[in-house]
């Protein structure tokens, strides 16, 4: 099993910034990748990004060039820098922890951008 716990959400003005963070703990030896989802009233849950045990990372076109996700040294622990924040980037941020056939989830945390 992998618990998730997420930190930092908040509300901020448009063009702001925010990072959120999420530490695992339990079997964390066992993921292969960790990275972050949100959900925004009334829509689906969708990527926003990935990083892999083997270095890799990924994002959606949408923050591109405006989040950042990185990792603590200890491996354990991801971070999502988000910069210059959109109105649309209102939304729950759901940390996301991939096992080769198992997906763990954290609790959420709700990120509000005004405008």
């Known amino acids: 099993q992998v618990q998730l716990v997420e930190f930092g959400g908040g509300l901020v003005q448009a063009g702001g910034s925010l990072r959120l963070s999420c530490a695992a703990s339990?079997?964390?030896?066992?993921?292969?990748?960790m990275g972050w989802y949100r959900q925004a009233p009334g829509k689906q849950r969708e990527f926003v990004a990935i990083s892999t045990s083997g270095g890799n990372i990924d994002y959606a076109d949408s923050v591109k060039g405006r989040f950042t996700i990185s990792r603590g040294n200890a491996g354990n622990t991801i971070y999502l820098q988000m910069n210059s924040l959109k109105p649309e980037d209102t939304a729950v941020y759901y940390c996301n922890a991939k096992r080769i056939v198992l997906n763990y989830w954290g609790q959420g945390t709700q990120v509000t951008v005004s405008s």
């Open positions: 339990g079997d964390i030896s066992s993921i292969r990748s």
